[in-house]
């Protein structure tokens, strides 16, 4: 019997419901899926093709600790997970990782995700949405600071300017920018 304790990333997303529907083939493990994607992330991937690409490309490396019987998820696999996992199971399986990996290194993480302000909408008189970007001592349940984003941009492009803002040395920060997460 196998004694190894699970890898920290597989035991924080061990509870996390596989959105596929059951009865089907499922060639690749949800985990393989998740980790593929997280590393693809980190590694500047930004949509679901530079997933599949980067994948295909590092494929002996992730074969050193996944079995990828059935090798590399398409895109459009990763695209379809993605699309059914439940935000706020995903949300809370990372976050734990999250504060494993922090606890680990001795580092803070700060979470910096963008929101669109409900009810700062007003079509009749013209004024769209206010966007913005903040940053989030998660062990501290702190809010470090915010930025709105500007009119016809993005959140990417206020992120430097809340990073100004904030002291990040020695922190672990991760992003959530249009549903792809990245660390």
Same mark, same amino acid.
């Given at each position: 019997?196998?004694?190894?304790?699970?890898?920290?990333?597989?035991?924080?997303?061990?509870?996390?419901?596989?959105?596929?529907?059951?009865?089907?083939?499922?060639?690749?493990?949800?985990?393989?899926?998740?980790?593929?994607?997280?590393?693809?992330?980190?590694?500047?991937?930004?949509?679901?093709?530079?997933?599949?690409?980067? %994948?295909?490309?590092?494929?002996?490396?992730?074969?050193?600790?996944?079995?990828?019987?059935?090798?590399?998820?398409?895109?459009?696999?990763?695209?379809?997970?993605?699309?059914?996992?439940?935000?706020?199971?995903?949300?809370?399986?990372? %976050?734990?990782?999250?504060?494993?990996?922090?606890?680990?290194?001795?580092?803070?993480?700060?979470?910096?995700?963008?929101?669109?302000?409900? %009810?700062?909408?007003?079509? %009749?008189?013209?004024?769209?949405?206010?966007?913005?970007?903040?940053?989030?001592?998660?062990?501290?349940?702190?809010?470090?600071?915010?930025?709105?984003?500007?009119?016809?941009?993005?959140?990417?492009?206020?992120?430097?300017?809340?990073?100004?803002?904030?002291?990040?040395?020695?922190?672990?920060?991760?992003?959530?920018?249009?549903?792809?997460?990245?660390?």
């Amino acid at each position: 019997m196998d004694t190894t304790p699970p890898a920290p990333f597989v035991e924080a997303f061990r509870t996390l419901e596989d959105p596929r529907r059951p009865g089907r083939t499922l060639a690749h493990n949800l985990h393989e899926i998740l980790t593929i994607a997280l590393c693809a992330a980190i590694g500047g991937a930004n949509d679901w093709v530079a997933v599949e690409t980067f %994948g295909r490309a590092k494929i002996g490396w992730f074969r050193r600790f996944l079995p990828l019987v059935h090798g590399i998820p398409s895109h459009d696999t990763f695209g379809r997970v993605f699309a059914h996992l439940k935000p706020a199971a995903f949300q809370a399986c990372f %976050g734990q990782w999250i504060a494993d990996v922090c606890g680990k290194l001795g580092r803070a993480h700060i979470a910096i995700d963008g929101k669109r302000l409900a %009810g700062s909408e007003d079509a %009749g008189a013209g004024v769209t949405a206010l966007h913005s970007v903040s940053a989030w001592a998660t062990d501290a349940r702190l809010s470090l600071g915010q930025v709105a984003v500007d009119d016809k941009s993005n959140e990417i492009t206020a992120i430097p300017k809340l990073l100004e803002l904030i002291e990040i040395s020695g922190a672990l920060v991760s992003v959530s920018v249009h549903g792809l997460r990245l660390t």
